[in-house]
């Protein structure tokens, strides 16, 4: 039986077997940050060390008999050695990764590192073109072929001395630094390393004698090298991609639990601004004055502000307004809003729109500074017994009002600043006269800037021709009712990019 042939088929298998699995793992987990062993550079190092490993392992199963052609030995050799060039850069690499996981400062290390394997690379190289030279022009002189193995066979015992030194010295400098469990992997790859390498000087001194009946009979030690090298590096490929697997299972029940408790604040959130917004105020209204509200958030909770207070038992004060952003941050300012408008109505202060706007922007301001972020508001005064409205907007959009003695749709157009930038700014107020019967509609932007399937935005123009259909002879709640069918037909079911706010008030 031919042990030779057997000990190389086995070899390529594994040497296969590894190329396949450093394939997938590149594919797989190259942009994964956290791989212990097997950075990105050392996935490149093991696929070529599999690589040529598989080369020289097929080559070798031709190399059985001392007729064997002195091409496929240089052959074998020149494969042999492109794999050893790889393996050092792969046993540096790990050593540069085991100071990096230890927080130990490696620039002048992976310097000196740099330097080490350049000059071994070149030693490798001047290996491999002598074999090629020799085959050449020097093929019959088998002296000088043994003369360049034996020079090879101590440059590589010296390599594996040199590397063997430097790991026990990188070891006894990080011991307890790292887990028992990390260093018998970084163990495990380096002595089947250096194993790999000590069989391979074995193999040529096997070959410097002209023992080649020895390969036949035992097989070759360079074969069986490769085996245990590539059994070690697939064992830590399978370690890492468990390793990888539990890690990535625990980062998802973080996340999981982080999730929970992200949801949990916005409830918690969503509970909050819900008791702030004016349900009971509303009730309360609405036995004398017919009026009726929709509130639709694109989050759990929302940023358009919206609320109502009675002043001296015959005019009602009506707030809406719109804060920078979405969801949680949004409905910060809307809280900050509500909670400023409030102290300023206990003050008094809105008896006049415009020194209110002027002082409630002057606060607003102060808070929100250099946060980029701002509102716009709208507010309404109806003196229900004089049937007057003042109104004053501070960026808002310009609102609606039905106008029962013309029987047309009116634009409310104030222009103001936007509240929260300009800190010193003024505003003006306007003021018409109403009519029995007269309907004020308000809304937000995420009204009018909503869109259909086909992402045409509803828009002034859509909004006014659907007020238009709407019968305004009915009570506050009705012509919500009909606004928003008309509204939920154009929309389609579309998915709202904005909160979305209306308010109709029927004097």
């Known amino acids: 039986m031919n042990m030779s042939f057997i000990s190389f088929v086995i070899s390529s298998c594994f040497s296969l077997f590894l190329l396949i699995q450093s394939v997938i793992f590149l594919i797989s987990f190259s942009g994964y940050k956290k791989v212990i062993l097997y950075s990105s550079a050392s996935l ?10 598989s080369i020289t392992s097929i080559i070798g199963m031709f190399i059985y008999s001392e007729k064997t052609p002195v091409l496929f030995h240089i052959l074998k050799n020149t ?96 011991k307890g630094k790292i887990s028992e469990i990390n260093l018998l992997r970084y163990k495990v790859i380096f002595f089947s390393s250096i194993s790999a390498i000590l069989l391979s000087t074995l193999d040529i001194a096997v070959t410097i004698m002209d023992k080649i009946n020895y390969f036949i009979k035992f097989g070759s030690m360079y074969a069986y090298g490769v085996i245990f090298l590539s059994l070690s590096l697939s064992l830590n490929f399978i370690f890492e991609y468990l390793d990888v697997l539990v890690r990535a299972s625990e980062m998802n029940k973080k996340l999981t639990e982080l999730n929970r408790q992200i949801i949990d604040d916005i409830r918690t959130a969503q509970s909050l601004q819900i008791s702030l917004l004016p349900l009971d105020k509303q009730k309360m209204i609405q036995k004398y004055i017919d009026m009726e509200i929709s509130y ?16 001296d038992h015959s005019k009602l004060l009506t707030f809406l307004g719109d804060a920078s952003g979405h969801g949680i941050y949004a409905a910060m300012i809307w809280a900050i809003l509500k909670v400023e408008i409030e102290e300023l109505i206990e003050e008094g202060k809105f008896a006049d729109l415009g020194e209110a706007f002027y002082i409630l922007n002057q606060r607003l301001t ?104 709407v019968n305004m002879k009915r009570t506050a709640s009705e012509i919500l009712s009909e606004i928003l069918i008309y509204l939920e037909e154009f929309f389609e079911g579309t998915l709202q990019q904005d909160d979305r706010t209306l308010l109709v008030i029927k004097i």
């Open 79 to 174: 494969t042999a050695n492109l794999s050893l060039i790889f393996l050092i850069f792969l046993i540096r690499n790990l050593l540069v990764s085991l100071k990096d996981m230890t927080f130990v400062e490696t620039d002048d290390y992976k310097e000196k590192t740099k330097l080490y394997l350049i000059v071994f690379t070149a030693i490798n190289l001047i290996f491999i073109f002598s074999n090629f030279i020799y085959f050449i022009f020097l093929s019959s002189q088998l002296f000088i072929y043994k003369i360049i193995s034996l020079a090879f066979m101590f440059f590589l015992f010296t390599i594996s001395i040199f590397e063997i030194i430097e790991f026990k010295t990188a070891i006894t400098r990080e």
């Open 44 to 53: 490149y190092y093991v696929g070529l060390i599999a690589l040529f490993n």
């Open 296 to 311: 639709m958030p694109m989050q759990s909770v929302g940023g358009d502000y919206y609320d109502f207070y009675t002043l």
């Open 366 to 469: 102060r808070i929100l500074e250099n946060t980029y972020s701002y509102a716009t508001l709208f507010a309404s005064l109806i003196d229900i017994n004089e049937k007057k409205l003042s109104f004053i907007s501070a960026g808002h959009i310009d609102q609606l009002y039905y106008d029962s003695s013309e029987e047309k749709l009116k634009w409310l157009k104030n222009k103001n600043p936007i509240m929260g930038t300009f800190k010193n700014a003024r505003f003006s107020v306007n003021n018409i006269q109403l009519n029995k019967e007269d309907v004020l509609i308000l809304f937000s932007d995420g009204i009018i800037e909503g869109t259909n399937p086909a992402g045409e935005q509803l828009g002034k123009t859509n909004l006014v021709e659907i007020l238009k259909k």
